[in-house]
């Protein structure tokens, strides 16, 4: 089986597995206590901190530990929103952030804040000088990652920090997909990241707020981490996953390169040995490991189920994986096709031979699953007398829509129109996308009975 979905949770590095087991019988004490076995256990919560702050880039009585990485998000969310109240409650994120900032900022809405989520391009970044004009005298926080995590595109952050000191604002960066990888660039404010994101065990964050940052945790606190974590602290998988991240930084250099070679390679054969595929991300400026790609009439859950059968584990941004009813925010806010969803992000250790396997599968498991769905695959029926055909598709889940908008635009003479009737909210991205990707003319929504109407005009 290949395990191709280390964004999510990458395997358990060797390191972290070692300190664990190590930690386990050194680290077991109170290290608040003052006793010789409580003095141990602090030494190693010590060391793993200043080792997680050489990483980070700041000073170890500025980082604490914390139960996960969404929780390291929302406490320092709610942290420096507390200490500015006197700024302002207005709140500034980017349309693509991770659903724990967006979480955040919605609950934030709900207690009486203001929030702006600045839009994004089609490669899924921020436009730094947007970013920038969004920022208000009562501004009193700005969050954005330093990558995505469901793309990989890697987000302006030094621009964007430049502006936020220049408007006086602290910025929170969500570090969890790049610090694998090396350090955030300077000037943010507050920064948070997933130790199961490095190769590191669940359930170990990290939050790092800078000397001089106005913050007030929030909730009760007693004096473990600053006041920022309270609780007895999982001391054996901290020392792991400080470890882990050292290790893999130790090894990244070298293994970036390994694995944007293989990431080109799918990006590249991908497109070329499948029809009618988009690659999404920006091309450039992207994380080593990770690519996305759509693929046009499939059923997203229905692909990834079949490539499990073929011994590789991938997730999805679909609206159509099993998790979700409505397309992913992130390729939303890209305005790029969602149906047919595919992520791939590779671990470290990956081999030629299981991307060149997963290549070789791919092609005829994505036929087959448009097989299933009778998606069109013979060229368009010669125009009909009539100028405009409405499609009636309520009901009907991606990406049926689309696909029977495929099947009949050839129906309708140059300039003729299309009109799509459906009720999935997928609609409202996928029917847009294929007219990009078909060079037709997405003509805009009108309202329905039910759902909306989606006019498309033929124009090749």
Same mark, same amino acid.
């Given at each position: 089986?290949?395990?191709?979905?280390?964004?999510?949770?990458?395997?358990?590095?060797?390191?972290?597995?070692?300190?664990?087991?190590?930690?386990?019988?050194?680290?077991?004490?109170?290290?608040?206590?003052?006793?010789?076995?409580?003095?141990?256990?602090?030494?190693?919560?010590?060391?793993?901190?200043?080792?997680?702050?050489?990483?980070?880039?700041?000073?170890?009585?500025?980082?604490?530990?914390?139960?996960?990485?969404?929780?390291?998000?929302?406490?320092?969310?709610?942290?420096?929103?507390?200490?500015?109240?006197?700024?302002?409650?207005?709140?500034?994120?980017?349309?693509?952030?991770?659903?724990?900032?967006?979480?955040?900022?919605?609950?934030?809405?709900?207690?009486?804040?203001?929030?702006?989520?600045?839009?994004?391009?089609?490669?899924?970044?921020?436009?730094?000088?947007?970013?920038?004009?969004?920022?208000?005298?009562?501004?009193?926080?700005?969050?954005?990652?330093?990558?995505?995590?469901?793309? $990989?595109? @890697?987000?302006?952050? #030094?621009? =964007? &920090? %430049?502006?936020?000191?220049?408007?006086? !604002?602290?910025?929170?960066? /969500? *570090?969890?997909?790049?610090?694998?990888?090396?350090?955030?660039?300077?000037?943010?404010?507050?920064?948070?990241?997933?130790?199961?994101?490095?190769?590191?065990?669940?359930?170990?964050?990290?939050?790092?707020?800078?000397?001089?940052?106005?913050?007030?945790?929030?909730?009760?606190?007693?004096?473990?981490?600053?006041?920022?974590?309270? $609780?007895? @602290?999982?001391?054996? #998988?901290? =020392? &792991? %996953?400080?470890?882990?991240?050292?290790? !893999?930084?130790?090894?990244? /250099? *070298?293994?970036?390169?390994?694995?944007?070679?293989?990431?080109?390679?799918?990006?590249?054969?991908?497109?070329?040995?499948?029809?009618?595929?988009?690659?999404?991300?920006?091309?450039?400026?992207?994380?080593?490991?990770?690519?996305?790609?759509?693929?046009?009439?499939?059923?997203?859950?229905?692909?990834?189920?079949?490539?499990?059968?073929?011994?590789?584990?991938?997730?999805?941004?679909?609206?159509?994986?099993?998790?979700?009813?409505?397309?992913?925010?992130?390729?939303? *806010?890209?305005?790029?096709?969602?149906?047919?969803?595919?992520?791939?992000?590779?671990?470290?250790?990956?081999?030629?031979?299981?991307?060149?396997?997963?290549?070789?599968?791919?092609?005829?498991?994505?036929?087959?699953?448009?097989?299933?769905?009778?998606?069109?695959?013979?060229?368009?029926?010669?125009?009909?007398?009539?100028?405009?055909?409405?499609?009636?598709?309520?009901?009907?889940?991606?990406?049926?829509?689309?696909?029977?908008?495929?099947?009949?635009?050839?129906?309708?003479?140059?300039?003729?129109?299309?009109?799509?009737?459906?009720?999935?909210?997928?609609?409202?991205?996928?029917?847009?996308?294929?007219?990009?990707?078909?060079?037709?003319?997405?003509?805009?929504?009108?309202?329905?009975?039910?759902?909306?109407?989606?006019?498309?005009?033929?124009?090749?």
């Amino acid at each position: 089986m290949s395990y191709f979905d280390a964004a999510s949770a990458a395997p358990l590095h060797p390191v972290a597995r070692q300190a664990l087991l190590a930690a386990l019988d050194e680290g077991w004490a109170d290290p608040a206590r003052l006793y010789r076995e409580g003095r141990r256990a602090r030494l190693l919560l010590d060391a793993a901190r200043e080792a997680a702050a050489e990483a980070v880039g700041c000073r170890p009585d500025e980082l604490a530990f914390t139960p996960s990485g969404t929780r390291a998000v929302h406490s320092g969310i709610s942290g420096a929103l507390a200490g500015r109240r006197r700024v302002g409650r207005h709140l500034t994120v980017s349309a693509v952030e991770h659903s724990s900032v967006l979480h955040a900022a919605a609950d934030h809405e709900d207690k009486g804040g203001t929030v702006t989520r600045v839009p994004v391009e089609r490669t899924g970044a921020v436009d730094a000088q947007t970013f920038g004009g969004s920022l208000r005298e009562d501004t009193a926080l700005a969050c954005l990652q330093s990558a995505s995590h469901e793309v $990989g595109t @890697e987000q302006p952050v #030094a621009e =964007v &920090a %430049a502006s936020c000191r220049a408007a006086g !604002v602290p910025l929170l960066v /969500d *570090a969890a997909q790049s610090l694998a990888w090396g350090p955030v660039p300077e000037g943010w404010s507050l920064l948070a990241g997933s130790a199961h994101k490095w190769g590191g065990p669940a359930g170990v964050g990290l939050l790092a707020v800078r000397k001089g940052v106005r913050f007030a945790p929030q909730g009760p606190s007693d004096e473990r981490e600053s006041g920022r974590s309270p $609780g007895f @602290e999982n001391l054996p #998988a901290i =020392v &792991a %996953a400080a470890a882990s991240l050292r290790a !893999v930084r130790a090894e990244a /250099d *070298a293994e970036a390169v390994r694995l944007r070679a293989l990431v080109d390679r799918i990006r590249t054969r991908v497109p070329a040995l499948v029809p009618d595929v988009e690659v999404v991300g920006d091309p450039v400026r992207r994380l080593p490991h990770l690519v996305t790609f759509s693929c046009l009439y499939v059923d997203g859950e229905t692909l990834l189920q079949e490539l499990d059968r073929a011994g590789f584990s991938v997730s999805s941004g679909s609206s159509c994986t099993s998790s979700t009813l409505t397309p992913s925010h992130v390729l939303k *806010a890209m305005g790029v096709l969602s149906e047919g969803n595919v992520r791939v992000s590779l671990p470290r250790g990956t081999t030629d031979e299981e991307v060149d396997r997963f290549l070789e599968v791919l092609p005829g498991l994505v036929a087959g699953v448009r097989e299933q769905l009778d998606a069109p695959a013979a060229p368009a029926p010669s125009p009909a007398p009539d100028d405009s055909l409405v499609v009636d598709a309520l009901g009907k889940r991606c990406p049926i829509p689309v696909i029977e908008l495929a099947k009949v635009i050839g129906g309708v003479p140059v300039g003729g129109t299309v009109t799509v009737l459906s009720d999935d909210e997928a609609a409202r991205l996928d029917i847009p996308a294929w007219c990009a990707m078909r060079e037709q003319e997405y003509v805009g929504e009108e309202p329905a009975d039910r759902g909306a109407a989606y006019v498309v005009r033929r124009l090749s």
